[in-house]
């Protein structure tokens, strides 16, 4: 028998979580069935359970590849001569995740929702939420280290901000349309200019 190379398997393997992706976005995580992942990927039953045992295997592996990709981001930053600031990481982390994963904007959206019906789902959610969290409280700690944060600050509760800015921003991409990243850099840029030392003009009557 002729032995499969990793490329191909990790090809199948991309084949199915983005054809399983596609019908998640489509029809709700509830709303598909395994029998609609071996229709839209064009591939037998036995070619998909070889990778993936269930549908709350295939939404792990796709938290996983987005945890894997903005763990990526995130290391770049830390281990920059000059940590990025915000706007410059969450940027990019979203930007990486759309160019190597291309999940639908619609597909988050699905998932947020079916995770209040299925605990299994709810779990490896707030696992991928709380690894997020924990990135950016990172960060926040390499601010205060670098003297460009105070360090009463608590880094987990900016983390959460943070985390929630880039929730806010997939679920406006899903019900709006395409909105370019700049909007994010562009956003938080203008939310740092915030200084006591340029009070608003005075009103006029």
């Not at 032995?3 to 019908?23: T, Y």
């Not at 281990?79 to 410059?88: A, G, I, L, M, N």
């Not at 982390?93 to 639908?104: K, N």
């Not at 709380?130 to 608590?154: P, T």
């Amino acid at each position: 028998m002729a032995r499969v190379s990793p490329e191909h398997l990790e090809a199948r393997r991309r084949q199915i979580r983005q054809g399983a992706a596609r019908c998640f976005a489509r029809n709700g995580f509830h709303g598909t069935s395994m029998q609609d992942v071996f229709k839209e990927t064009g591939l037998s039953s036995g070619a998909v359970y070889r990778y993936f045992p269930s549908k709350e295997a295939i939404i792990a592996d796709l938290a996983g590849g987005v945890l894997d990709t903005v763990r990526g981001a995130f290391d770049d930053a830390l281990s920059s001569p000059r940590v990025p600031f915000p706007d410059e990481i969450l940027a990019d982390a979203l930007e990486r995740v759309e160019s190597v994963l291309g999940f639908p904007p619609p597909l988050v959206v699905q998932v947020w929702a079916e995770a209040f019906r299925d605990e299994k789902l709810a779990e490896v959610l707030r696992d991928l939420l709380g690894s997020l969290i924990g990135a950016w409280s990172r960060v926040v700690v390499a601010y205060q280290e670098k003297g460009m944060m105070s360090r009463d600050v608590e880094p987990e509760a900016v983390g959460r901000v943070l985390a929630a800015c880039a929730q806010g921003f997939i679920l406006q991409r899903a019900l709006l349309g395409h909105l370019d990243f700049d909007v994010v850099r562009a956003g938080l840029r203008g939310l740092m200019s915030i200084s006591p030392s340029h009070p608003p003009p005075p009103s006029h009557p």
